[in-house]
């Protein structure tokens, strides 16, 4: 049988097809994307103005550009954007021309093999489980030394939910900026943080020009089938770089209008906000209480968990989830974790109960 413990999340047409179960009926744990689907205002005008398909897009995507200018605070023109995070991410790493790279880990397996296809080298610097996953600034820095030239973080970290705060960014970018390293941060889960002041770097891109700072729709937006991402950057380097080697119209018609509008639904991002937060609450309140596992601060709208028991392994544990019709990750495919991490995300009050209540039947017992 293919094996799934490991997938990618969210992948819920290949779980229909081994094990046979409608992926319409399937609790998906493992995507992180936002259980409130994408914003309802959005989609009917979106399916209103269909006809835009025979149109091309603006090639420049200036509407596009100002929708997330006054979204973010980022000037639109240090705004660019691209088919996915994932195209943006090869470009910057590009555009840096660093020999050596620094992954902060565990992490998202796409950031190394974007170096690997640069030709570039690289070395993570690993989040410690007995820091309980937060980063340790003064370690960082002492490996962020003079042959490396490039430094890549997701705040907050998939898949520890920790975050890097400002004041600890700052201080990277100061030294970074120094020493000639470029800094890219993957934004991708700050959306759902209650503490985004404290942990957004975008401010920080009119002030340092070796800073990338990339966000995407798929998760906060529920939105990963309009291939949507964006960067910002100060780098005229970059900018430049990525003129001469984006194709034209990278961004579809569709996605650059539900760009357009999805980021002014203040109502959607409230409620959202207002649904994870309480949820990740409500859902720690209950971890805390359990004997066998131990449970890590997060940021974002997933949730990493240790196992303290040796009965049972993440692999058995996401078998029998979907056996019940429920997705988690197992998360032994990120580096430095084994097979005692589980990852699963927040989705509606009525969904995590049933998680939950079932996670504790095998885990607590």
């Known amino acids: 049988m293919e094996s799934l413990t490991h997938m990618h999340g969210g992948d819920l047409d290949a779980i229909e097809r081994i094990y046979g179960i409608p992926k319409n009926e399937i609790s998906d744990f493992s995507g992180n994307i936002n259980p409130l689907g994408f914003p309802v205002r959005a989609a009917e005008k979106l399916a209103a103005n269909i006809s835009m398909v025979s149109s091309y897009p603006d090639k420049n995507y200036w509407a596009l550009r100002k929708s997330i200018g006054e979204y973010t605070g980022a000037d639109p023109k240090n705004i660019v954007v691209g088919n996915g995070s994932t195209e943006l991410i090869s470009t910057f790493i590009k555009s840096a021309g660093a020999k050596k790279a620094v992954i902060m880990g565990p992490a998202y397996s796409e950031y190394e093999n974007a170096v690997k296809l ?18 340790n600034l003064d370690r960082l820095l002492s490996a962020l030394g003079e042959d490396v030239g490039l430094f890549v973080a997701c705040n907050p970290n998939n898949p520890t939910g920790t975050a890097i705060t400002i004041g600890q960014m700052e201080k990277i970018l100061e030294h970074c900026k120094k020493n000639g390293i470029s800094v890219m941060v993957d934004e991708t889960y700050i959306e759902f943080s209650d503490k985004l002041e404290n942990v ?62 999805i980021f002014s639904d203040k109502d959607f991002m409230e409620e959202t906000k207002a649904l994870i937060s309480g949820e990740r609450k409500k859902i720690f309140d209950e971890l805390r209480n359990w004997k066998n596992i131990k449970v890590y601060d997060s940021d974002s709208n997933f949730i990493l968990i240790r196992l303290l028991t040796d009965k049972i392994t993440a692999a058995e544990i996401f078998e029998y989830m979907v056996r019940k019709k429920m997705v988690i990750r197992d998360a032994a495919s990120f580096t430095f974790l084994d097979e005692s991490y589980l990852r699963f995300c927040i989705l509606t009050p009525e969904e995590n109960e049933r998680l939950l209540r079932e996670l504790k039947s095998i885990v607590e017992q």
């Open 118 to 135: 640069s030709g570039k080298s690289f070395e993570y610097f690993e989040l410690r489980e007995d820091e309980n996953f937060r980063l």
């Open 200 to 261: 957004c770097s975008i401010p920080l891109t009119a002030k340092y020009d070796n800073l990338f700072v990339i966000r995407g729709i798929s998760k906060f937006f529920a939105a990963p089938g309009l291939r949507l991402g964006y960067g910002i950057t100060s780098s005229a380097k970059f900018h430049q770089l990525l003129a001469e080697n984006q194709d034209p119209w990278s961004v579809n018609i569709l996605a650059s209008y539900a760009g357009e509008l």
